[in-house]
């Protein structure tokens, strides 16, 4: 969706295309939502872009991802309707998806400062990429994954502890501290 937005968002054929792809990927990374919670969970492997921290259970980086991917695939899904191609199936259960894993998100990572880095491992790590979902809602126009209150405590937190913390800023941000 990105990409179909940035040049220029006129290349339906492009999106056809991508249909089957978009809709295999996400019914296999909901196989990952072992609890029914509608987050996929994190296994402790490295399974996710920081392969050496061991995320466990629902994690901010990947579930934020998995809310934004489920808001794209679902405009994506509304644009080719107009193009008469049947995605109604699909809008269903990604809507369902999106309802039950925006709250759950919400209450298994706030800590009323900051989202946890994930929701089983007890870590007390504040993630710079934390709203890397919110990130790619705000960029391509969808709706916001978190509340703006929550993003705007997050963000003053990652630039205090990741950046301001880390050497006084003199090295740039830390991925997490």
């Not at 968002?9 to 939502?33: G, Q």
Request: hydrophobic letters at 40%; one cysteine or more; glycine letters at 8%.
């Amino acid at each position: 969706y990105r990409d179909y937005l940035l040049t220029g968002a006129t290349d339906l054929e492009f999106l056809t295309d991508c249909w089957p792809s978009i809709v295999s990927s996400l019914d296999y990374l909901k196989t990952f939502d072992t609890d029914g919670d509608g987050l996929p969970e994190n296994s402790g492997a490295p399974d996710q872009t920081y392969d050496d921290w061991q995320l466990k259970g629902v994690s901010a980086y990947c579930g934020g991802l998995w809310i934004a991917a489920l808001e794209a695939a679902l405009v994506i899904a509304q644009g080719l309707e107009s193009q008469g191609i049947n995605t109604k199936l699909e809008q269903e259960k990604w809507l369902a998806w999106l309802n039950q894993s925006k709250p759950t998100y919400q209450a298994k990572l706030w800590n009323g400062q900051f989202y946890h880095l994930d929701s089983d491992s007890n870590s007390q790590v504040v993630m710079a990429d934390q709203l890397c979902g919110q990130y790619y809602a705000r960029l391509l126009n969808l709706p916001d994954i978190v509340p703006i209150e929550c993003a705007e405590s997050a963000l003053k937190t990652v630039y205090d502890v990741c950046f301001v913390k880390f050497h006084n800023g003199q090295f740039g941000a830390a991925n997490g501290l």
